[in-house]
């Protein structure tokens, strides 16, 4: 099984939803992206906490198979937390507050052991901090990276510049429009193409996921639920599933991606049955591959 | 070949788009319905235009096999005229102005040939007169009926009589959400499901459609259009292909129903790339068959 290294923020949680509610739960998008990825290979994460992040949270993520050597523990830090809710539509997260912490003085440094990864996922977080990490890493055979608005608002340049060095640019459908300042996904999708990745996978919510290459184009449908409880970490289930189920399989050709994307839509539709980690915690690979057949069945004609 | 009719306007429409504007240029449903429709079948409109309707836009339908038998034109009368335009994202038509001229008093009675139709596509308009036509029709193998939001907001209980004596429901997105009072669209689907019709079909615009039955579910992928020029009439392109094959073929099965919507999603897809009926004049059966196999390989995985 190839190496899989994953970056982002662990996190404490508080989400309100029409469906209830959580306070301080395990979050962010290391902890999901690499839980999803835990279905399909062993993936190594890199990230930082304070001392007020509970030790069973670690453990969790140990009884997945997930190596947390990377996560730096900051003694007197505070977690990153983020406090959100969501209205009836339940399509966009409204943010209450965001408290960095630990985070906001954070400087990777991989263990010796993670320098030899074959597949990188830069989850969301400072483009800087993405770059650090990737410098750090010898010879992936294929890095993903996720960004968010507020790296396109406030650090465009760096944002750019990290993107010229990956294999695949991942993104929502409207920080594509921001990025490349066309409404017309295509268009937005070729200028990303010519930044240097070879693959771009807009993510479109409940609409499904377009991966555009050079010379082709695969659309995943979504996953018709009904109901949604908690889509908090559902971009970030989709990331790691995807790049979890490459590196299991050693695979970065077109075909594998288009299989990667409709495992890391399953398993985002599986997140958002449930508040957190709920949902993750007690799924399991035969519910997964059943619902890999009815994505199959849902688009054949 | 199954008998096909299909009631809905014809229109004389000003649109306007960042790229380009059309005055008095032929529109309205049952116009794009039934052109989309000539490519696979031989449609009958019943409609009714003023007499300052320009014949050689009748011409042009009789001249794709479009029996006009039933357009009645009134005397004196004005043609409904709309005018509207779209924004940049080209996502929705904000209307100008409306007129309906010959359409406010519009009691369609049909041509005795008529009344054995197979196939029946109540395009959108006054759900009354939806009704009226579908009770002139003696043995309807298959009735598909369009709708708006504002039959939704003025004629709620006249609408949903007439989609009990439907086949399939279609809708966009934001009128199900509307009409059933949910926004989760798997919900609404659920809902109309129970007022009779067999299936619902849900148009996502540049998303894709979604057709719902008892017990199974498909989704359509939209065609990634680099180039829009005009979106106006890309329902009604879909609609009309949609129900011109299954009448063509004689089908009406959920597997005749799935390909019947991808070849709606090709040939709105074309309908998009140019003004008023401009891409649907020169559009041949080779490009549709052509883009058809483009949808298949789109969501190969």
Redesign the interface.
Known sequence: MARLVIVGSLALDTVKTPFGEVKDALGGAATFSSYAASFFSRPSIVGVVGNDFPQQHLRLLQQRGIDVSGVAIEKGGKTFRWSGYYE????EAKTVSTDLGVFASFSPRLPDGYKAADYVFLANIDPELQMQVLSQIKKPKLALLDTMNYWINNKRRQLLEVIGKVDILLLNDSEARQLFET?????AA?AALKLGPKHIIIK?G???A?L?SNG???????Y???T?RDPTGCGDSFAGALIGYLAGKGGSGE?DL??A??YGSVVASFNAEDFGLERMKRLTMPEIEKRYEEF??????
């Open positions: 009836y539509d339940m399509n409404p017309n996904l295509v268009k070729a479109k409940e609409h499904g377009l555009f082709s184009h695969f659309s995943a449908p979504s018709p639920l009904e949604i075909k288009r299989k994307m409709i199959e069945s849902i688009r054949k004609f």
